[in-house]
């Protein structure tokens, strides 16, 4: 499976405005509601009964929208995916497993975890980086 970049579409400032986007969205949440923004644990409680359903669709929504709305204002790079659907779904099926039992994602205990200085979080992220070197390592140089 290999994924490509449209990097002569690619600009820093989108990149630099989505970023601080996903710190100010982070922060509200936390500063208005209490609670961590991390996706996988907000997802996962959409699947399970629970009164606090409004603002967890509703922050889903801005996650799906606001791409969609960019796309309307802005060209975005286009990714090239040499992948079948099998394949992306098995891939999605195993990064939720692995959320799962690493108590968040990359989201959760990157950007959230982080700020709020939890060690656990630091070492899901440095085991979240090395992984992703490694996968590349192996698909760019050893198959």
């Not at 796309?71 to 099926?93: C, E, Q, S, T």
């Not at 195993?94 to 959320?99: A, D, I, N, P, S």
Request: proline share 4%.
């Amino acid at each position: 499976m290999m994924i490509e970049v449209a990097w002569d579409q690619f600009t820093p400032w989108s990149a630099l405005a989505g970023g601080a986007l996903i710190g100010l969205a982070a922060a509200l949440l936390v500063l208005l509601n209490g609670r961590i923004a991390g996706i996988s644990g907000v997802l996962g409680a959409l699947l399970q009964p629970s009164a606090e359903r409004g603002w967890r669709l509703a922050f889903l929504a801005g996650l799906i929208g606001a791409p969609l709305l960019w796309g309307l204002l802005a060209a975005r790079p286009a990714p090239r995916i040499d992948a079948g659907w099998g394949l992306l779904v098995a891939a999605g099926l195993l990064v939720g497993l692995g959320t799962r039992y690493g108590a968040g994602c990359t989201s959760g205990h990157g950007v959230c975890g982080l700020a709020r200085l939890s060690p656990r979080s630091l070492v899901a992220t440095l085991v979240f980086m090395a992984a992703g070197f490694a996968a590349v390592f192996v698909a760019r140089h050893l198959l």
